[in-house]
């Protein structure tokens, strides 16, 4: 229930799941500090931006969101703005912010969000603004925060930050910093805690998981493989996913460990980027595409029943059409369930952004409408293949029409009709049609399912720190008309 004489905040996320987690970070301390959502920043009391740095297209938005805040700033003096993440943990960008928006309240970065509660008392306190950038990185590893999870079923687990690998075409590395790895005991402790608290999919969060290499209670060194192993040791009903994956460093044991393993999925996301040995050269991906389909390979024989999603960059800069059909005989190869498809754009800071042979926009289109017609045609057969068959679903959230909506192990999601009891449950659906490669099932009878009793999670569907446009857009929709805004204000007060 809301409490009217509670201060409210709203949080905006912009760019990857590693945002949207630190933001669930953020929503802890401010509820800590007596805060509870809203979804509009007229109502709120404190807005906070997350922001992301991946795209400059992502940045413009970003400056545009902030530039709105302005006229309930001037309606509203005790409202305080903060902006956090990616953008202004860049020192060039927190200068920007305070030269263009002097009336922001609070600018952090990336590695010292566990500090955002002494930023906030300290301007609450003092009435003075706050600017704190550092470029420690290994104080994120001191962070034990209260995290206010908002993903419903599903928990998010940082197991290491930063990364050491210098794609060319990514800012990461100067943003986020050199890996580092969690002990493990804090991972396997957070894990445990999920686990009883009812959490039923844990997703392990880092730029690189498989370099994770933690230490244990003894001081002896963790790798990826082992921390798995001790994660699926523990007991319970849950799953475990990890993301992101370089295919350089997915080791055998790693596949080993997932092929033997009770709780671990078998949709495994690895990033491919691009078919062609000349561009992943120069976007120094350090494989082949030999080495990846031999990867793939490799998988496909200790894990039958494994599937497949990827990233891939179309139209870096000096593609031809022979390397662009090298990448689409990577996903005929592969056969995804999913591909995330994305224009090459120029980021500012990175070595690929003085390459020579840019790519026009109108070729780039072209070629990604061609790889997401072959992905759609191979994506809809695999799904065809799926008809009539019947999977075990963990059921995420649900609308008020009866529809749930769950995923399966491969991470495919599927639609189907029941009680908003399932939520949190694992259940036997069977696919009953195949609509443009989305599955719509049914529950296969199961005298379970009485028993199950409504849970306390938080429906995905209502969530109030949502990521990028969802958000950003209703910020703009609600900041439009700017008089009106005032009113607004005028009238609720
Ligand atoms: S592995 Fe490459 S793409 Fe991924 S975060 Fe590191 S530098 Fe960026």
Redesign the pocket.
């Known amino acids: 229930m809301i409490n009217n004489d509670k201060r409210k905040y709203l949080i905006l996320t912009y760019g990857c799941q590693m945002n949207v987690h630190e933001s669930e970070k953020l929503a802890g301390i401010l509820e800590d500090n007596g805060y509870e959502p809203c979804t509009d920043a007229v109502s709120a009391d404190i807005v906070v931006f997350n922001t992301c740095a991946i795209r400059e297209s992502a940045e413009q938005k970003i400056f545009g969101n902030i530039g709105e805040l302005k006229n309930i700033k001037l309606a509203k003096p005790d409202m305080i703005i903060a902006i956090g993440g990616c953008m202004s943990q860049q020192q060039k960008y927190a200068d920007e912010i305070m030269k263009r928006y002097p009336f922001v309240d609070i600018i952090f970065g990336t590695h010292n969000l566990a500090d955002f509660d002494k930023f906030l008392k300290s301007r609450i306190n003092s009435g003075k603004k706050v600017v704190n950038i550092t470029e420690d990185e290994t104080i994120a590893l001191r962070d034990k925060l209260h995290i206010c999870r908002t993903s419903g079923v599903n928990a998010w687990v940082n197991i290491m930050y930063g990364?050491n690998?210098?794609?060319t075409y990514?800012i990461?590395?100067y943003v986020r910093g050199r890996e580092v790895s969690r002990p493990e005991e804090d991972i396997l402790l957070e894990v445990k805690g999920l686990i009883s608290e009812g959490y039923k999919q844990i997703t392990l969060l880092g730029?690189?998981v498989n370099s994770y290499k933690g230490l244990d209670e003894h001081g002896n060194e963790v790798t990826f493989a082992k921390l798995l192993l001790d994660i699926d040791e523990l007991a319970g009903d849950f799953r475990i996913r990890f993301m992101?994956s370089?295919p350089k460093d997915l080791s055998d044991e790693v596949i080993d460990v997932i092929s033997k393993s009770k709780h671990i999925c078998h949709g495994i996301h690895l990033p491919v980027q691009s078919g062609s040995d000349k561009i992943l050269a120069s976007m120094n991906r350090k494989y082949t595409k030999e080495q990846y389909l031999n990867l793939i390979n490799k998988i496909k024989d200790k894990i039958p029943d494994a599937e497949f999603t990827t990233d891939i960059i179309v139209g870096f800069p000096g593609e031809t059409e022979e390397d662009f059909n090298e990448t689409i005989d990577v996903i005929k190869k592969v056969e995804y369930m999913q591909i995330f498809g994305f224009l090459y754009s120029k980021r500012k800071g990175t070595v690929a952004e003085k390459m020579k042979d840019q790519i026009d926009t109108k070729t780039k289109k072209e070629r990604l409408s061609k790889l997401l017609a072959v992905k759609n045609e191979i994506v809809n057969r695999m799904c065809q293949n799926m008809l009539g068959k019947t999977y075990s679903v963990l059921v995420e959230s649900y609308n008020e029409n009866g529809v749930l909506y769950g995923s399966l192990d491969s991470g495919k999601t599927i639609t189907f009709k029941g009680s908003k009891n399932c939520v949190g449950e694992f259940v036997d659906v069977k696919v009953v049609q195949v609509r443009k490669s989305v599955l719509y099932g049914e529950i296969v009878d199961d005298e379970r399912i009485k028993d199950f009793k409504e849970k306390s999670f938080k429906n995905p569907l209502e969530v109030s720190i949502l990521p990028k446009d969802q958000k950003s857009m209703k910020l703009l929709r609600e900041n439009k008309n700017k008089k009106k805004l005032q009113n607004d204000f005028k009238s609720k007060n």
Do not use: A, E, G, R
């Open positions: 990364c690998n210098f794609c990514c990461v590395p730029q690189n992101t370089h």
